[in-house]
């Protein structure tokens, strides 16, 4: 058990050592010469990997973990190359939908396989708190990768494209030494079968449900603002500085993550979920409608709560997920959260080139609005929990 938890940390902090996640969407704008093309390539991801989701989740439930986060790592490793050759908007093209496949590969396979290896020594009630150890090693690495980066970034580009190629290898590595857990239940042999039963899993469980709706509206405009903000923060900061505000964002993703298990016990996943969506949405919207230099920090400051929310969310929908259709699960709820995400990044990159960065930044944080009034109903019918 140990053991995979420690290989699953190592191989979540190479997976986020990417030194050009700070500058990527300013990368792309270089060569695309448009934010909307430039967010295009973001859309052409999720969309790729809503679309490959739940047949990699059925393939990660029959064929089992270990072989479906080998395939992961290697779609990654050639979606940075491609990205680092990148001389035009064809070769970009070919990485986004490699990255695509590689969040398909990982979607719902990597948490399935960490709460099956806890399940396997009957420490599952644990998931929350490991779940937040592992996970805080993507932020760590972010927020290392991006102080390497930005420096890096001010001499050349294509160097520091070339050097995220290395943490690639060193997953696919890691991969090798995964142990695959023991398995708890034999698999339907009807895939179609398969398939329609976790739909109607979500569809019949109101509570599975709810989470799954506002999951998706939070995804959807979250992660679509975090990668565009760089181009918020660059009007306002030079390039170089540019990666200080991810840095902030990922130290305190780190924090919330290492953290996450411990906060959840004590004020309880569905009250955390509720807090966390309010302070989000007032503080976002109020950094971008009233603009300062401090507005960036302020925006990172949301980071806080990140981590130890989607624990609490990966906590409570795991409760709800059945063994024999864990990993399908997660890739239906990722599968919605990516299509949703891959619509919005090209109207959030139209915003951009017609209404500026910080009005279609501003429009974007009204639209989650929504999710909050999600949480609040299930904070009403949840406090016993």
């Known amino acids: 058990m140990q053991k995979n938890i420690r290989l699953l940390g190592l191989f979540n902090f190479f997976t986020d050592f990417r030194p050009y996640s700070a500058i990527l969407i300013i990368y792309f704008q270089q060569i695309t010469g448009s934010y909307a093309l430039g967010m295009s390539l973001f859309s052409v991801t999720m969309i790729s990997s809503a679309l490959l989701e739940i047949p990699t989740g059925i393939f990660s439930d029959y064929i089992w973990r270990k072989k479906t986060i080998m395939l992961g790592a290697l779609s990654s490793l050639l979606a940075v190359v491609f990205y680092a050759i990148g001389i035009n908007y064809g070769i970009l093209l070919v990485g986004a ?115 799954s709706i506002a999951n998706i509206v939070s995804y959807m405009v979250g992660e679509s603002t975090f990668q565009f903000r760089s181009a918020f923060v660059n009007t306002l900061w030079p390039l170089w500085a540019v990666g200080i505000a991810k840095v902030i964002s990922n130290f305190g993703a780190a924090a919330s993550y290492w953290y996450g298990g411990r906060l959840i016990r004590k004020i309880k996943g569905y009250r955390l979920l509720l807090v966390s969506s309010i302070y989000s949405k007032v503080i976002n919207i109020f950094s971008v409608a009233v603009v300062t230099v401090a507005s960036p920090v302020f925006l990172a400051s949301t980071s806080l709560f990140y981590g130890a929310t989607q624990v609490a969310k990966s906590k409570l929908m795991q409760k709800e997920f059945t063994d024999e259709q864990r990993a399908t699960l997660g890739s239906i709820n990722s599968f919605a959260g990516s299509l949703a995400f891959g619509i919005f990044a090209v109207v959030l990159g139209i915003f951009a080139d017609q209404l500026g960065t910080r009005n279609a930044l501003l429009i974007s944080y009204f639209v989650s609005v929504p999710a909050v009034v999600i949480y609040w109903n299930l904070f009403k019918d949840n406090k016993g929990e």
Not at 163 to 189: D, G, M, N, Y
Request: proline share 2%.
């Open 97 to 211: 939908l490699l990255e695509g496949l590689q969040r398909a590969w990982y979607s719902g396979n990597n948490d399935a396989l960490l709460y099956e290896t806890l399940s396997h020594a009957d420490k599952q009630e644990d998931y929350d708190h490991h779940l937040g150890k592992v996970s805080s090693m993507f932020q760590l690495a972010s927020a290392i990768a991006i102080i390497f980066g930005g420096i890096i970034a001010s001499f050349s580009f294509a160097l520091i494209m070339w050097l995220s190629v290395i943490p690639q290898l060193i997953c696919l590595s890691i991969s090798f030494q995964i142990t695959e857990p023991k398995k708890h239940s034999q698999r339907s042999a009807n895939i179609y079968s398969h398939l329609t039963n976790s739909g109607k899993k979500i569809w019949k469980n109101k509570k599975l449900r709810s989470l």
